[in-house]
């Protein structure tokens, strides 16, 4: 599986931004799909995931109700739109995904197996 994320850019505080990851290789059937961020000097964590079904979406409380994670799975995509973006938001974005993991799993970027190589996002305040 190979995962391919674009978007990211430089950008004003409140600007929005939409990252996209597509994803090739096998089927997403059952597969989770999710993103995650890095910033300098700090540990990857998460942003957001949706199921297979993509009736199920999370968020982690720093991007809820700011960002909205999308997928089309006949186009073999992923997406996420931001918006009130901040400087806290300033990061190198990757979009992952893993095979049914379970509700309580998806929060770690321990379980997903595939990566994208990630997307720099730039807030300047």
């Known amino acids: 599986v190979q995962l391919q994320a674009s978007g990211g850019g430089l950008v004003q505080a409140g600007e929005s931004l939409r990252l996209s990851c597509a994803i090739s290789g096998r089927s997403l059937n059952k597969y989770t799909l999710g993103w995650f961020r890095q910033a300098p000097g700090k540990d990857r964590e998460f942003v957001a995931a949706v199921a297979w079904s993509a009736g199920y979406r999370y968020y982690s409380d720093s991007v809820q109700g700011r960002f909205t994670i999308s997928r089309d799975n006949a186009e073999n995509t992923v997406s996420l739109q931001m918006d009130s973006l901040t400087s806290d938001d300033t990061a190198v974005y990757y979009c992952?995904?893993?095979?049914?993991?379970?509700?309580?799993?998806?929060?770690?970027?321990?379980?997903?197996?595939?990566w994208g190589q990630g997307t720099l996002v730039t807030v300047s305040s």
């Open positions: 992952a995904a893993v095979l049914d993991p379970g509700s309580s799993n998806i929060y770690s970027y321990t379980v997903y197996d595939y």
